[in-house]
């Protein structure tokens, strides 16, 4: 299985930095052993495919609505992700559901409009430090889980990515370490054996998200349940995230 490294850009990048960050890019090595994916803002989607058109980069999308069209000012569709020939699309990230109150429902219904337009989900899931503090972080993650995909079938549920995302690691420098990710990981294969089927369990692949940086990508990514990352600030400068994207491999 290789390694998925998604850059999330969130609210930042315009286009001049777009074509510096993309020449620094281009001009590297080229990762072996990764698929690569970038989610730059909704204006930046369509610039970006050009220029990276024929080179081995992915593009994803920071978040969609759940409808194909019609009145819902100021949404970004399903349709519309496709036109900018967009792989991937994070559903479900903390800022989402914190900010703009994004429940598990919602979720669920956008998960299952990214499937049904053929668009790669990459599905959030995190706890808070209190929640975690408070010993709850299983129980909050499944739930995201069970609701999240309470929409789909068990074909559409091979489809879909997992990113466990603690909230408390997210912009704060702080985060979770490889045992910690690890165990979440397996929690999260481990309920989608039972509820579903075995070989799900096999093939799903979960990122890590959560102050990624070159310095502990290699140990994180060393634990046999963490299959990728979902890098934030670190994927901001072309050249932390070159790092992250050619990590050694230690397992």
């Not at 759940?66 to 699309?89: C, M, N, Q, R």
């Not at 053929?118 to 995190?126: A, D, S």
């Not at 369990?201 to 990122?207: C, E, F, G, P």
């Not at 901001?236 to 992250?244: T, Y």
Request: charged content about 25%.
């Amino acid at each position: 299985m290789k390694y998925l490294i998604v850059a999330n850009w969130k609210m930042n990048m315009t286009l001049p930095e777009l074509r510096n960050y993309v020449a620094a890019i281009k001009q590297a090595e080229i990762f072996k052993k990764r698929v690569v994916a970038i989610a730059p803002p909704f204006t930046l989607l369509f610039p970006l495919f050009h220029m990276l058109e024929g080179t081995d980069f992915k593009i994803a999308a920071q978040n969609m609505f759940f409808e194909e069209k019609g009145a819902f000012t100021g949404e970004v569709s399903p349709k519309h992700l496709l036109d900018a020939h967009v792989d991937y699309v994070i559903i479900g990230h903390s800022e989402r559901r914190k900010i703009f109150s994004e429940d598990d429902i919602t979720i669920a219904k956008k998960l299952k409009a990214a499937i049904k337009n053929n668009l790669k989900p990459i599905f959030c899931v995190g706890e808070t430090l209190e929640e975690r503090q408070s010993n709850k972080t299983f129980d909050v993650i499944l739930s995201q889980v069970d609701v999240g995909l309470s929409l789909l079938n068990q074909n559409d549920i091979e489809n879909v990515i997992f990113a466990y995302e603690p909230v408390w690691a997210i912009g704060t420098g702080l985060n979770a370490t490889p045992e910690q990710a690890e165990e979440v990981h397996l929690a999260i294969k481990e309920f989608l054996q039972k509820k579903y089927f075995k070989s799900l369990a096999q093939s799903v692949k979960i990122l890590y998200g959560g102050s990624v940086t070159p310095d502990n990508v290699s140990s994180l990514m060393s634990m046999p349940d963490i299959n990728g990352a979902l890098v934030g600030g670190a994927s901001l400068k072309p050249e932390s995230f070159l790092q992250i994207i050619n990590f050694k491999e230690l397992k």
